[in-house]
């Protein structure tokens, strides 16, 4: 179950945050899944133009069991913001609802925009485009990545609305 937030309210409370817990990502991201609000603990990766590790992440279980209950996390990728290959498409979509991932925001493209469009996950991504990736096994998990110049850390949270996207350092609701 997703909490109640809202971005807005979000960045109103936290707008005059000096030390850099609280990030907000600028509005070129664009809704894909039929989730369109979601939040959760960050698992980053970080890949060009191969999704094999876009594929492990959301093969396994997306979510984790807290005091709050059952929390969907959201996969952060920093696919370079490439607009040459799609990342994630239909079925790593389906994947990532199916295993109970909250969102995945992509730096980049995604593909079977009709199939991503009908899956109960958020997902938010550059633009679509239909080319897939290569399988070459590269990339990095778990490390700090930049999004359109800003930080996402491994264990910070996202927050996705309909009028953006922010980032705590910790919980923020």
Known sequence: MTPSFATCDLCDVHKNDAAGDF???PPVFHDFGAVRKF????VTIKCFE???LVKAAVDS???EETAFGRVGKVLVVDGGGSLRRALLGG???AAAARNGWAGVVVDGCVRD???LAALDVGIRALASM???TEKRNEGQKDVAVQLQAVWVRPGDWLYADEDGMVI???RLI
């Open 130 to 132: 239909p080319l897939p």
């Open 23 to 25: 990030r907000v990502l």
């Open 113 to 115: 925009v009709a199939e």
């Open 168 to 170: 705590g350092a910790g």
């Open 39 to 42: 939040c959760g603990p960050v």
């Open 50 to 52: 191969d999704n094999s």
């Open 91 to 93: 079925n790593l979509g």
């Open 61 to 63: 279980v997306g979510f």
